[in-house]
C-alpha cells in the first residue's frame, strides 16, 4: 500500500468513526444497536462525496442491503428527504482527485471533527 492509499484508508476509518459517534452508534433508521450496524455512503462513495460528513448514515445491517439499494434508499430518503437525498447524487458526480497533500489536509479535519463528536460525548 502506497502513502496515498494509506491517507485513503485512515480518512475512511474517521469517516466511519464520526458517522457512528454522530448516530451514538443506533441505526439512523429504526434506533436498533444491533452488532452489525455501520457506516453507509448514502451518494455513491467516488469523487466529491466519499468524506463528506453529510453523506453518510448509520444503519444496521437490516437496512444497509446493497441487493435491494431501491429500498434501502427509499428508507434513506424518509429519514433525510428528497432535496438532500437529489443534492448529495449531484455532488457525487461531481468528480474529484485527491492529492495526498489534499488528504493530510483532510486526515486532519477529520481528526478535528472525530474530536469534536468525542468531545460532545464526553469520550
Not at 28 to 33: A, E, R, V, W
Request: charged share 30%.
Amino acid at each position: 500500500m502506497n502513502p496515498k492509499q494509506r491517507l485513503e484508508k485512515a480518512c475512511d476509518k474517521l469517516f466511519a468513526d464520526i458517522v457512528k459517534l454522530r448516530a451514538k452508534g443506533r441505526c439512523q433508521l429504526i434506533g436498533c444497536t444491533l452488532a452489525g450496524v455501520h457506516a453507509h455512503h448514502i451518494a455513491r462513495r467516488g469523487g466529491n462525496v466519499r468524506w463528506f460528513i453529510d453523506n453518510g448514515i448509520y444503519l444496521c445491517v437490516f437496512h444497509h442491503d446493497h441487493d435491494y439499494e431501491s429500498d434501502m434508499n427509499r428508507e434513506i430518503i424518509k429519514a433525510i428527504g428528497i432535496s438532500k437525498f437529489k443534492e448529495l447524487e449531484a455532488m457525487s458526480w461531481i468528480i474529484r482527485q485527491w492529492k495526498q497533500a489534499d488528504l493530510k489536509i483532510l486526515k486532519s479535519d477529520l481528526t478535528e471533527i472525530l474530536n469534536y463528536y468525542k468531545a460532545k460525548e464526553g469520550l
